[in-house]
């Protein structure tokens, strides 16, 4: 999980929208109805593949240099950044039940100050990993 950032290659569509492409990345491309639109789906789609690969254990490329990318007429070069920590928080947020083991005069001082266990277990794991 980590923030990255790529180039992508926009090649601009004759109804005004954008064809997008990242070239270093297996499976990533997109396309927007205009520049604004182009943009954000370009993030969204590096932030999928990037999650894949990260879920599966694939090492992820290095970004290529801009100077090693071929372009064809018209074709332009633009850098797309994401965060896959964020992503994953918005995507993938299901809940998992955990078994864990705490002692019983403990147990029971939580439920008399009437404790919600998971939102306790969910601070206290940020704060030990350190993410927001």
Do not use: H
């Not at 992503?87 to 939580?110: F, G």
């Amino acid at each position: 999980m980590a923030k990255y950032a790529y180039p992508a290659i926009f090649t601009p569509e004759e109804d005004g929208g954008y064809s997008i492409l990242f070239p270093d990345l297996e499976g990533c491309y997109t396309c927007g109805d205009d520049m604004a639109d182009g943009l954000m789906m370009a993030e969204d789609a590096l932030a999928l593949v990037l999650y894949g690969y990260e879920s599966e254990g694939r090492r992820i490329p290095n970004p290529s240099a801009v100077k090693d990318i071929s372009l064809k007429e018209g074709e332009f070069v633009n850098f797309i950044a994401c965060d896959t920590l964020a992503y994953r928080k918005m995507y993938n947020n299901k809940s998992v039940k955990k078994t864990l083991t705490i002692p019983e005069w403990l147990n029971e001082a939580a439920i008399e100050a009437n404790v919600n266990f998971s939102q306790v277990l969910q601070e206290a794991l940020k704060a030990q990993l350190r993410i927001g």
